[in-house]
């Protein structure tokens, strides 16, 4: 049952929601594996913005895209999520990806941490527009260590319910810190 892997858990829930032809953003580019299935939702009208702050990321999701033909849907972006602000205009985007953690394959060393992503994920919530959702794989444990996880699972607590509906999800017989899939739909 492949569903029950974070990114393709993720996956199916923004499926659901999201329709053909709107604006994504993956905030979180790494290999390209979100910016493509973004861009094959978005289908020919819609359009994705992809962020990393590893040159190497662009380069992996730039091949990843040309090999599916669809390169001409993704802008990729040099630069920290946490800057989403100065390209994407507040109450415009259907769906916001996060994966948080480092570049598979990379260094661990270059990785989200908690205070940038929180900056992202708050900017990112003002991008969103009424009704549209974002979706986070949350890692821990191991060189991630549990400090971002913590702080952004506190911060979602604290996020008004009159606004965010928020769903976190758990892998309950799961040993060795599972990943933990958190989505929140704007009212
Ligand atoms: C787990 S990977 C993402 C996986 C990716 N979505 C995929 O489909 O392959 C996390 C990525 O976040 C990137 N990253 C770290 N800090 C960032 C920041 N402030 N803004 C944007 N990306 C960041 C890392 O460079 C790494 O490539």
């Not at 790494?30 to 990321?57: M, P, W, Y």
């Not at 730039?62 to 205009?89: C, F, P, T, V, W």
């Amino acid at each position: 049952m492949k569903q029950s892997q974070i990114t393709l858990w993720c996956h199916e829930i923004i499926r659901s929601q999201a329709a053909e032809g709107g604006f994504y953003i993956d905030a979180t580019m790494g290999k390209g594996n979100d910016t493509l299935f973004l861009c094959g939702i978005a289908g020919e009208a819609g359009s994705v913005l992809a962020f990393d702050i590893q040159r190497q990321a662009l380069l992996y999701t730039e091949d990843l895209l040309k090999s599916y033909g669809m390169e001409q849907r993704a802008r990729l972006i040099l630069d920290g999520h946490e800057h989403m602000g100065n390209y994407a205009k507040d109450e415009t985007a259907d769906v916001i990806c996060f994966n948080f953690g480092y570049l598979p394959g990379g260094d661990h060393k270059i990785a989200t941490c908690a205070d940038t992503s929180i900056a992202a994920v708050e900017k990112g919530l003002s991008i969103l527009k009424h009704g549209g959702m974002m979706s986070l794989c949350i890692y821990s444990g191991g060189d991630t260590g549990f400090e971002e996880k913590e702080v952004i699972l506190s911060y979602l607590r604290k996020l008004p319910s009159k606004k965010f509906t928020v769903i976190v999800n758990e892998y309950w017989n799961r040993e060795n810190h599972p990943p933990v899939p958190a989505f929140i739909f704007k009212a």
